[in-house]
């Protein structure tokens, strides 16, 4: 508020300045103080640096040190028909893409499945790891899909149900959750171990780790 009437006050020669724009500029005079101007100088000076680096620090947002590609040869290619359909946030130390799938149509559903079927296509996958889901996952499954028909979610039944369905089929994908928050894609990737491919939410949204 207070940057915004002083341009209105002055206009264009108004400007922001920092502490450290105001240090720079008593280096100049520094000089000219007496004792007692430079022992207040000098102690703002190194309070505020202080405060300026716990701050940053306390504030830094990691969003982790590998890409996606570095698992998925082909990720940029499977994001970028993702990145228009959702937002990216930060989560612990990770960059993330959430879709919300209750707010899309069928055919951006199906572009999802198609890009977690290219993703899982990689040469990276190790598709020598065969997966069999265990039978916890599985009568949750089935006990999420029946919820979702009897709400007449029929779009999102068709979703999960081709997901799970060829989750399930394509051995080298494991299905992992109790449907308690939901459920997870898992994959092997060569000489690199096992990753969560994507995190299906019991909120119906569904999470892609851009970095970890």
Known sequence: MEGARGKELIGDRFCHLTWDDLHSFMKGHYAGLNREQKL??????????????????????????????????????????LIDLGEQFNQDKRLKLKLDLDKLNDSQLDTILDAIKLLSQAESVNRKKVYTANEQTLEAVASFLSELSLSYKWSLLRFYSGLFNYANQRRCLRINGTGSRGFSIRVDVIDMGEISLCTLYGSKSIHFSLKR
């Open 40 to 81: 207040m100088v000098d102690m703002h000076l190194s309070w505020i640096v202080d405060k300026n680096k716990r701050d940053l620090e306390n504030n830094k947002v990691e969003s982790g040190e590998r890409n996606l590609d570095d698992y998925f040869s082909n990720s940029s290619e499977a994001i970028d028909k």
